[in-house]
């Protein structure tokens, strides 16, 4: 009797969390990469992404970014991103398998500037977003206030390293204190827009 027990509050719970993704799901429609027409320059850097990692389910983090890309590599569609070791998404970056990255309208401006500005380590990031974190089919979090989520596996990671700047300008400009970004670089495995 305690096993029924068990496996049907299981039971409800997955088709709860199911339901609850479905819904979230049903305002945006999935499209393949390749079908993706936003001008990348634009949405990298007017327009700024929140990339994401970890779960809904367990612990996740966010933050705001304006450098990385999407693009072709390996024979597959990709984007790649950068992460400072300091910033709280870095430890979310480095042991999941998926992140996110997404795009808001303009309305969520501030949304974005606070993101990009609080670490999540000493500042409850999900309660004063004002976003509604959900469960990707993968596992991933992604938000419904936004109006494009691309869902990345990550394939492949480094350091940027300051011996391999041939234009040492950018590290006395961007990297005064040596604190180089890592870089991931993520097979672009869902993409969906909000209808």
């Known amino acids: 009797m305690k096993k029924t027990s068990t496996i049907l509050l299981l039971l409800f719970l997955l088709i709860t969390s199911f339901s609850q993704n479905k819904n979230t799901m049903e305002h945006f429609k999935k499209i393949e990469a390749t079908q993706l027409t936003e001008n990348v320059f634009d949405l990298m850097d007017t327009q700024w992404m ?4 970890g779960s809904p389910d367990t612990k996740f983090n966010m933050m705001t970014a304006s450098w990385g890309g999407l693009g072709w590599l390996w024979e597959k569609p990709v984007s790649f991103i950068f992460v400072r070791p300091q910033r709280y998404t870095f430890e979310f ?21 606070l993101m990009g500005s609080k670490s999540g380590r000493n500042f409850d990031k999900m309660t004063q977003s004002g976003l509604t974190p959900f469960k990707t089919p993968n596992g991933s979090v992604a938000f ?15 350091f940027l390293k300051e011996e391999d700047f041939i234009d040492k300008e950018v590290v006395k400009s961007k990297y005064p204190n040596k604190d180089f970004h ?13 209808e």
């Open 50 to 53: 929140l990339v994401a990692a």
């Open 144 to 158: 419904k206030e936004a109006r494009i989520i691309i869902e990345c596996k990550k394939l492949f990671s480094t």
């Open 182 to 194: 890592k870089m991931y670089v993520g097979e672009i495995v869902n993409v969906w827009i909000r």
């Open 93 to 113: 970056t480095e042991k999941e398998d998926y992140y996110t990255i997404s795009f808001y309208a303009e309305q969520y401006r501030d949304v974005l500037n």
